[in-house]
């Protein structure tokens, strides 16, 4: 298998691969839940609240398109070249992509005030910093905590507010479950590919600890997204909890690909991706008042 990697490495990378659309429901639903929240409490509008998501894919794909550069130093020998070229290519198509996020902020700082400025600045070194120099939080180990607020948190209370709706606790608070998801969603990412990263010198949290403790946090993530959605439940922030039921027979098969051999791994990923759509589209269900 590593000659495999080996020989995938001399080649570029395609752009489907560099966008992992997997990971765009990162952003689906961590704006989707803010500006839900905004709606429910009469603000902004439909087209409004697409333009907030139309923005919020953006970032991630430009997140998402960049991520590669965190590579390079790995890829200096000259068999690497057109893979440095394609990495470069699709970068380039990310810094475009954070453009058009910045046009679209704007527009709508002009609109709300200068508290949302402040969340679009945390939000756009946020995305630079995952995996750029001389932040490049993700080989620091930093990756799993600080999407939580910053993909997570932030991007739910962000969305909200770009509604026009007054930042509050309780959306603090329900902000909270989808985040420790797409934490979980991005350790998936580390755990899948724990041998290679450990092999590169690739300093992820998951290598720091190792894997079985990798394993550990991804299990009390999951926990801890169903614990604080009951704690939501029973303090009156959601509604309903039956809806969320179903998310649960999700959970037996990602439990058994956490113990698999790395290439069976792999699917450990867009199986976690598909926890947090399912997750995130059965908790709006549980907020809406009908």
């Not at 009390?220 to 959605?229: E, K, N, P, Q, R």
Request: proline fraction near 4%; charged fraction near 15%; charge should be positive.
């Amino acid at each position: 298998m590593d000659n495999f990697r080996d020989q995938t490495e001399l080649v570029a990378p395609r752009l489907l691969q560099s966008l992992r659309p997997f990971s765009l429901v990162v952003a689906l639903v961590s704006c989707g839940l803010g500006v839900a929240l905004a709606l429910l409490d009469g603000y902004g509008s439909g087209w409004r609240a697409l333009v907030i998501l139309l923005a919020g894919l953006a970032l991630q794909a430009g997140v998402n398109l960049i991520n590669d550069l965190g590579d390079l130093p790995l890829l200096q020998d000259d068999r690497f070249a057109e893979r440095r070229r394609g990495i470069h290519r699709h970068a380039r198509l990310g810094y475009c992509c954070f453009v058009f996020c910045s046009l679209i902020g704007f527009w709508l700082v002009a609109d709300v005030g200068l508290s949302l400025l402040g969340l679009c600045a945390l939000g756009a070194i946020g995305a630079l910093g995952y995996s750029v120099e001389p932040i490049h939080y993700k080989r620091r180990g930093l990756g799993v905590p600080l999407v939580f607020w910053l993909m997570g948190v932030l991007m739910v209370l962000g969305a909200s507010h770009a509604m026009g709706a007054p930042l509050t606790l309780s959306q603090l608070w329900l902000s909270l479950p989808i985040s420790a998801l797409i934490s979980l969603l991005l350790l998936s990412n580390e755990l899948r590919d724990w041998e290679l990263d450990r092999q590169r010198g690739v300093k992820t949290l998951t290598v720091r600890l190792g894997y079985a403790h990798g394993q550990r946090l991804y299990l009390a993530l999951i926990a801890s997204a169903y614990l604080v959605t009951l704690v939501l439940w029973q303090q009156q922030l959601l509604l309903r909890l039956w809806p969320l039921l179903p998310s649960l027979l999700l959970l037996p098969a990602l439990l058994k690909l956490l113990d698999a051999e790395p290439q069976a791994r792999r699917a450990l990923t867009p199986a976690s991706g598909r926890l947090l759509l399912i997750f995130g589209l059965l908790y709006l269900g549980g907020l809406l008042p009908f």
